[in-house]
């Protein structure tokens, strides 16, 4: 027999099914026994005898998890994040506030914290943790009831309506709990920042960024790249305000020990008061794609890829960077997670490589020393950085919120510089319009560098289609007429070894940057993956010099026994 605790319990609403069993006789207040003692905790549930088997059973089962997940609304710690249940708790040794997995047995020892089990007979009743059976059907209930978690903010930020939160604890309508560290106090922000103001928080971030080689060729101050990292710090504070997806942060150098890291940790510093946990890269789409889950399930707010050696063309990359909810499944199970993507996501290292698709979804932060020796430099206004930066977190953090609110008070103007990223709209309207609002120049101007500097794949290929459109106009043309045909004039593209002479060769000595699948083949194979190459990019449009715009395509022609297939250009409006 089952019983649910006293009358509190019964005339609880959100306690129907317990209540019912009484009625109907299952419960009896005699089975609690007159000389039960209670614990002094009046909001503790007590179930006495109960059955272990049954729709009963199952039922109460439900009605021990709505008193737990009643009890954990006055001041949330366990909530839901990726399919899992999770606790949050401080961390001493790390100095944060972390996310953990609730197992079953955390979740059996947090039912015996809310409900009293006891074994009552003729004389005496005793006092029991939670059973095994009890806590196996619970933490086999799909919905457990506990609020969604988007992550753990430790510093204010603002909500999807623009309103700042400022109050420690769990925010309900953004899915946030806002844990600020010990000690970390934000200036009080102006509703209607003074043009001083502004002119304040934009010193500050300039102070912390005055050290760092930003570079940008032209433009030797860097505006493009320093404005790129301020975006970067911009979007923990303004993610929920964005409604869609945020790209990729490329920050690359042309020499190691140029300040790449140091930058990603500052930033980290700043946006979420820890350094980087910086990765390495992957080995392929599979373990990318199980990185990104884990930090799905672990509410990271901050990821990071750095030292990249090789080109990076993930999928799950790719896909993580343009979606407002990611979902994975484990390989060789059924077993998949889902959980909202509000991450701030980088690449780091030396000439980075990305892939087309890649190279599209991403903002470009370019660092040079324009030193042989870059670790030998001296003179810099905060030496160490860091403890510099963890001193001041708040005015920084202060000086970030201050801008988005100046650009509040101004009707939150979108941008209006003219650059567009595809499917970053909301993105780019509401970084650029703050970034705009402020003064502070350079947003996406060195977009065309990504493709000069991140291994452009297209620019080879589009070399390539000039001097096919240049020998052959829209003649369909066989791919031995491309392997053997004469690059005309001889020396318009050159390899390391002197000098290119046909348009195999050509593709060929670019085969790593124009990555079309035959990566290491030798030529006598060349004409195979040739055509397996000009099939997959089909339909790709080029723009060529005196405004010809032109597509590959591939059309029939007649031969000795009927008809060929044979790729070649046409003129497209």
Request: aromatic share 8%.
């Amino acid at each position: 027999r089952a019983y649910a605790e006293d009358d509190v319990l019964v005339d609880n609403d959100k306690h129907d099914r317990l209540a019912e069993y009484m009625r109907a006789g299952y419960l009896t207040e005699e089975d609690l026994g007159s000389g039960a003692e209670s614990d002094g905790r009046d909001d503790k549930l007590v179930l006495a005898n109960w059955q272990t088997n049954g729709a009963a059973h199952s039922d109460i089962v439900r009605g021990v998890m709505e008193h737990v997940v009643d009890c954990n609304a006055r001041d949330p710690r366990l909530f839901a994040l990726a399919g899992d249940v999770v606790r949050v708790r401080a961390d001493a040794l790390l100095g944060e506030t972390v996310t953990e997995r609730l197992t079953q047995s955390g979740l059996r020892a947090v039912i015996s914290d809310h409900v009293d089990f006891r074994l009552v007979g003729d004389e005496t009743t005793k006092h029991i943790a939670c059973p095994k059976d009890v806590a196996e059907h619970a933490y086999a209930l799909v919905d457990k009831g506990f609020p969604p978690l988007a992550g753990i903010a430790t510093a204010p930020f603002f909500d999807r309506d623009g309103g700042l939160v400022v109050e420690p604890g769990y925010h309900s309508a953004s899915g946030y709990y806002y844990a600020p560290p010990p000690g970390f106090v934000v200036p009080p922000v102006p509703d209607a920042p003074s043009d001083d103001d502004v002119r304040q928080a934009v010193t500050n971030l300039d102070d912390v960024l005055h050290d760092f080689p930003f570079f940008d060729g032209d433009d030797a101050n860097g505006e493009a790249s320093r404005a790129t990292v301020l975006a970067k710090l911009l979007q923990p504070f303004v993610r929920e305000m964005i409604d869609g997806p945020c790209p990729l942060y490329v920050t690359q150098k042309p020499l190691a020990r140029t300040g790449a890291s140091l930058l990603t940790d500052v930033c980290s510093l700043i946006c979420f008061g820890v350094e980087t946990n910086a990765m390495t890269e992957k080995a392929d789409d599979a373990e990318y794609d199980k990185v990104l889950a884990t930090m799905i399930r672990e509410g990271a707010r901050h990821i990071v890829f750095d030292n990249l050696s090789r080109k990076l063309d993930s999928a799950p990359v790719a896909q993580f960077i343009t979606s407002s909810v990611y979902r994975s499944r484990s390989l060789g199970t059924n077993s998949s997670i889902a959980g909202r993507v509000t991450q701030v996501m980088e690449v780091a290292g030396n000439n980075v490589q990305l892939s087309d698709e890649l190279r599209e979804r991403s903002l470009l932060v370019t660092l040079n020393a324009r030193v042989e020796r870059p670790q030998e430099r001296d003179g810099f206004r905060h030496d160490p950085l860091k403890p510099y930066v963890k001193r001041r977190r708040g005015e920084l953090v202060w000086s970030l919120l201050t801008l988005v609110r100046h650009w509040q008070a101004r009707g939150r103007p979108a941008y209006t510089g003219g650059k567009r990223l595809g499917a970053f709209e909301t993105y780019v309207s509401t970084i650029g319009g703050i970034l705009e609002a402020a003064g502070i120049p350079g947003f996406m101007a060195n977009r065309h560098r990504l493709a000069e500097s991140t291994g452009d794949e297209g620019g080879t290929l589009k070399d390539f289609v000039a001097l096919w459109w240049r020998q052959f106009g829209e003649a369909l043309v066989s791919v031995g007429s491309l392997e053997n045909h004469a690059v005309a004039p001889a020396g318009d593209l050159h390899d390391g070894d002197g000098g290119i002479t046909t348009l195999c060769e050509l593709l060929l000595v670019h085969a790593d940057a124009i990555d079309l699948g035959f990566n290491g083949k030798n030529k006598s194979s060349w004409q195979t993956y040739m055509g397996t190459a000009l099939t997959a990019a089909a339909d790709r449009v080029f723009d060529l010099e005196g405004g010809v715009r032109v597509a590959l395509c591939h059309g029939k022609r007649r031969v000795a026994g009927g008809t060929t297939r044979l790729p070649g250009l046409k003129i497209v409006s």
